[in-house]
């Protein structure tokens, strides 16, 4: 069975490797960029199942990179979870347009649930 890619789009380099970590020990293929441009060119290479996504980053927020990622056409697929430790009311949520929306500050078992309610499988 191939395993599902996720994409970790996090400025905090400690909690990039951790989730990055955790989510290949769960058997997730994981990528992983420090920026929204970062991410853009991870995209250029590789349509991941999902997008684990900050929105607040430096370079560029994940706002930006989804815009910019509708615009190129380079989300395909993909499904996106954003980390936000901003509150967000529903509409908020479905107004930047994500599957799922995950309040930090979060815990593993938190985001493996969303990745199973999005359908989004490990190889495990």
């Known amino acids: 069975m191939e395993l599902a890619a996720v994409l970790v ?35 250029l290479e590789q349509r991941p199942a999902v997008i684990v996504l900050d ?15 509708r615009e190129r056409g380079l989300l395909g697929s993909s499904r996106v979870v954003a980390l936000t430790a901003t509150r967000m009311t529903r509409d908020s949520e479905r107004s930047l347009g994500v599957d799922a929306l995950v309040p930090k500050p979060f815990d593993i078992p938190a985001l493996l649930s969303t990745l199973a309610r999005l359908r989004v499988v490990s190889g495990q």
């Open 9 to 43: 789009v996090e400025d905090d380099p400690t909690l990039r490797e951790v989730v990055g970590e955790l989510l290949a020990e769960e058997g997730y293929a994981v990528q992983q960029a420090a920026n929204g441009l970062e991410a853009l060119d991870c995209l």
């Open 55 to 69: 929105l607040m980053m430096p370079v560029m927020d994940g706002w930006e990179f989804l815009r910019q990622a």
